[in-house]
């Protein structure tokens, strides 16, 4: 190869070098900055969970079924005297 071609080449090259590693460093940027994003958003998901299973165990709780089967469904105890086993 002729050397007065070298020069240029080599210029060229480090040059297309030095746009890739531009390019490599701003997505690079720009992923982990949606990453952070995404991680954030994660994070206040677990909160909302963690909120709604406390929301949904005090729903479930054994007292409150309760109140309203007694008071809505106008459900009671059974009485053990009144209880009639069946046999086949």
Do not use: C
């Amino acid at each position: 190869m002729n050397a007065r071609w070298l020069l240029p080449l080599l210029t060229l090259l480090v040059l297309i070098s030095a746009l890739g590693v531009v390019f490599a460093k701003h997505q690079n940027r720009t992923l982990y900055a949606e990453l952070a994003a995404l991680q954030k958003q994660s994070d206040a998901m677990e909160v909302e969970w963690g909120r709604l299973q406390l929301e949904q165990s005090t729903w479930a709780t054994h007292g409150r079924i309760e109140k309203i089967a007694r008071q809505r469904l106008g459900m009671r105890n059974v009485d053990y005297d009144k209880v009639m086993i069946v046999k086949p």
